[in-house]
């Protein structure tokens, strides 16, 4: 009974949703329409029209879009638990972020403060027109932007998460010293590695991947010929949970930009564009302070970056577009976040005067920039890229600077890394503890950025296509594990923080898939 009353619910939340979607009034606007055909009978209406709409593609695209809200629709609680539990169970997490998101907010008032600079106003007519003008070569400008600074780094962020306790649990009566070493100490649950052979069972070193050149079965190039015909099947019929299944094995590159929007349901019809452009408008219109902070973060990250540079111009766009998007609101209410609120007209603590400062929620921090970066191989059209990005982040990246016990979050990837580490190589983790060079310091920045910038993009991508295969971004905390597995014998002979992270200070020349293959299914355990 309980199954048949949390699938009502789900069905209830999903119809709700749809209801009110373009993509319902095109349904019903086709099926309208389909009356006037002579294969329609009045004596089997219904039953026609939903054949004319299986024939003519339109039920498959319903699949996708229900597929989708199942995939970023709110938890299931009980009836009577109140909406916060919603966005996140445990209270101390609740707490934390909350904590959190003031400090933010106020670093961000008092940079507004002190440099005199306005959180948003109306640009001049001459302003506007200028910008307009150089959309495409927003690169080109060089302004000063010394004043300015980012609102927070990873590693401000990591020090919170170290500090993190459940008020409930008393840790002296852990019986193990091993839950001591790690800096995360609170009690989450998070996979094994027998959990995790299980959850990743196509990952074996037995069925063929794309990113690994040799298999012991079948010759590699035979393997992606036919896997690469497979793939332009899925992208033909056009399902979802088919292009989410086949992105399990890799994405051959030719087809990934079709295979990622596909399992995303990210479209680029007319209305996605015309709003793209309504964001745009919105740009050239206004300019916020947090602008500074994307521009900056751009200059400093993706902009001295050998394979991303060449992008700048198209990373202000979508960020810039990203930071007016108010659908992207909708995203809170299960993200443990609470969009921060600025006050006009200088009322502080006026409820009606109360605003929310980015329109999108979100303030941008060191390194944001690096979500997008990887995006611009694959769409070189502004609209595509940008549906997509919107998407990428309101499923998994708002999970990376957010505090919450959701196995996909940072604090859960942060937990299972140290556990990762501390059960298979529990030397390595005791020597670089005893050194004062914590894994987790190290592997963070990796982490709460996706590898994004770290690993050369070819290898970045194939990890990216097993976060959508797998709906999780467990496998980055796998990875991260797997990266000082393989350099374990170098790191064994440090002697400070400074030379293990020289030991790891270059990922580039690694290959993502072999790594994660060995870590997972050639651990002893």
């Known amino acids: 009974m309980e199954e048949d009353t949390e699938l009502s619910v789900s069905i209830a939340q999903v119809v709700q949703r749809l209801s009110g979607s373009h993509l319902h009034s095109q349904i019903e606007r086709q099926a309208k329409d389909c009356l006037h055909r002579p294969e329609i009978k009045l004596e089997s209406l219904k039953e026609d029209v939903r054949s004319f709409l299986k024939t003519s593609g339109w039920e498959k695209k319903l699949q996708n879009a229900v597929y989708r809200e199942l995939h970023i629709r709110l938890p299931l609680s009980h009836p009577t638990a109140p909406p916060e539990h919603l966005k996140e169970p445990l209270a101390y997490m609740r707490k934390a972020q909350a904590s959190w998101e003031k400090r933010v907010l106020k670093s961000l008032n008092s940079m507004s403060t002190e440099l005199g600079v306005p959180l948003a106003r109306m640009r001049p007519a001459a302003e506007q027109k200028e910008l307009t003008n150089k959309w495409n070569e927003m690169g080109t400008d060089e302004p000063d932007l010394s004043r300015f600074r980012p609102v927070y780094a990873p590693k401000d962020f990591l020090e919170v998460l170290i500090s993190l306790r459940n008020p409930n649990h ?110 745009k408008a919105g740009v050239v219109q206004h300019d916020l ?46 993200n443990s976040a609470t969009p921060p609120k600025s006050y006009v007209h200088g009322r502080v603590g006026d409820e009606e005067c109360a605003v929310v400062y980015p329109p999108n929620g979100v303030i941008p921090f060191h390194g944001f920039s690096m979500y997008v970066a990887p995006l611009c191989f694959l769409y070189n059209e502004p609209s595509k890229l940008y549906s997509v990005f919107r998407e990428m982040y309101i499923r998994y990246f708002f999970r990376l600077h957010s505090i919450s016990s959701s196995p996909s979050g940072i604090v859960s990837l942060c937990l299972q890394f140290e556990r990762l580490v501390q059960t298979h190589l529990p030397q390595l983790f005791y020597h670089l503890r005893q050194i004062g060079a914590q894994p987790l310091r190290m592997a963070f920045k990796w982490m709460v950025r996706g590898f994004s910038g770290y690993l050369s993009t070819d290898q970045l991508l194939l990890l990216w296509d097993r976060i959508l295969g797998y709906d999780s971004l467990e496998v980055v905390a796998v990875l991260a594990a797997a990266v000082f597995a393989f350099r374990a014998e170098n790191l064994m002979e440090v002697t400070s923080l400074a030379s293990a992270e020289a030991v790891l200070a270059d990922l580039s020349t690694l290959k993502v898939m072999p790594l994660i293959q060995i870590f997972l299914f050639a651990t002893a355990i």
Not at 289 to 315: H, M, P, Q, R
């Open 170 to 279: 008393d840790s002296s009566e852990d019986i193990s010293a091993k839950s001591h070493w790690g800096l995360i100490q609170v009690p989450l649950n998070v996979g094994d590695i027998p959990q995790l052979r299980q959850a990743y069972a196509e990952l074996n070193l037995n069925t063929g991947q794309l990113g690994i050149d040799d298999y012991a079965h079948i010759h590699p190039d035979l393997f992606e010929n036919e896997y690469v015909q497979i793939g332009k099947k899925v992208v033909v019929e056009q399902d979802s949970a088919a292009a989410q299944q086949y992105s399990r094995q890799g994405c051959p590159t030719g087809l990934r930009a079709d295979l990622w929007a596909l399992i995303l349901n990210s479209t680029n019809q007319p209305q996605d564009v015309m709003y793209y452009e309504q964001l």
């Open 289 to 334: 302070l947090v602008d500074n902070l994307i521009v900056k973060d751009v200059k400093l990250t993706a902009s001295n970056d050998d394979y991303y540079f060449v992008f700048e111009d198209f990373l202000y766009q979508v960020l810039l577009c990203f930071s007016r998007d108010t659908a992207v609101l909708e995203h809170f209410k299960y």
